[in-house]
């Protein structure tokens, strides 16, 4: 496939003449967050990372995001980390939306540019580093890793979008497809995040209602999206967060392609705790 273009934010700040009606929504089943959000104001710092800057788009909250965090990472050259994730036991995922850095997995060094895709098991020891002379901007998305006996940890890899062929949904015609990075059928793995294309004229033919819980970052394009019992309007840059079982359906408009990074969490069983016990 050819490389494809990603919304990367770039901050800033709207001026004092801007209205304040916007698209921004929270609700008990859903949120939007729209591109425009992504001020210099809402950015946030973290511990032992240099030159680099977060604007965090879901966290474990109640009521809220309950499997995972998501954050857009801006790292200016010469920054990056050397202890970039202070929890024990979480996995990652690494998205490179703009520009290009050098990401180091157990001591072996991975050049990684615009749509560059890494995964890093809760055993790896990595860090980051923009070598280059422009700022990189990457989607690090993280997850509590669910171990089950028997079951080894996934190992870590580092690809590129174009280099994964997209996989058409059954009797669509191509008009939707999913770029997967691992195997559906890798039962190491407790989340998928994967990228998903609609043609235009492309659609989710049914309310999609299932336990997992969602992310989804535009990467390209335009839409309206069904969430629970609304049809909102969502462009690139967008970010939607949807609860487990929140009813979800997509008609892409057009004129081109509209594309999304999904999370999800799958593959194990729900959490019962010690009820009875």
């Known amino acids: 496939m050819t490389k494809s273009s990603y919304y990367a934010p770039h901050g800033g700040l709207p001026p004092q003449t801007q209205l304040l009606t916007d698209r921004a929504m929270f609700t008990e089943a859903y949120a939007v967050i729209p591109k425009g959000t992504y001020s210099d104001i809402v950015a ?26 998501q954050y857009i990472a801006e790292v200016q050259p010469g920054g990056g980390s050397d202890r970039p994730e202070t929890e024990a036991g ?22 990684m540019d615009e749509g560059g895709y890494a995964f890093l098991p809760p055993q790896a020891k990595w860090s ?10 990457f989607h690090w998305i993280r997850k509590q890793y669910q171990a089950v006996e028997g079951l080894d940890a996934p190992d870590a890899f580092v690809t590129n979008e174009n280099d994964v062929t997209p996989t058409p949904m059954p009797d669509t015609d191509g008009a939707w497809a999913t770029s997967r990075f691992v195997d559906p059928n890798d039962l190491r793995h407790d989340m998928h995040v994967t990228i998903v294309t609609f043609q235009p004229g492309g659609v989710i033919p049914f309310a999609e209602t299932h336990v997992m819980e969602h992310g989804l970052y535009v990467l390209e394009g335009k ?17 939607m967060w949807l609860r487990a079982f929140c009813p979800q359906a997509c008609y892409a408009g057009g004129p081109g392609p509209f594309r999304y990074l999904l999370y999800k969490d799958v593959n194990r069983h729900m959490t019962l705790g010690n009820a009875g016990v």
Do not use: C, K
């Open 44 to 69: 946030s710092l973290l511990p032992f990372w240099d030159d680099a800057r977060f604007w965090v788009l879901s966290r474990p909250l109640s009521g809220f995001a309950e499997t995972f965090s």
């Open 90 to 111: 979480v996995e990652a995922v690494l998205f490179v939306v703009e520009g290009a850095m050098t990401l180091t997995i157990d001591g072996t060094a991975h050049e």
């Open 128 to 137: 980051l580093r923009n070598t280059g002379s422009a700022p990189v901007r």
């Open 223 to 239: 839409a309206v999206y069904r969430l629970n019992q609304d049809w909102v309007e969502v462009e690139a840059g967008d970010y």
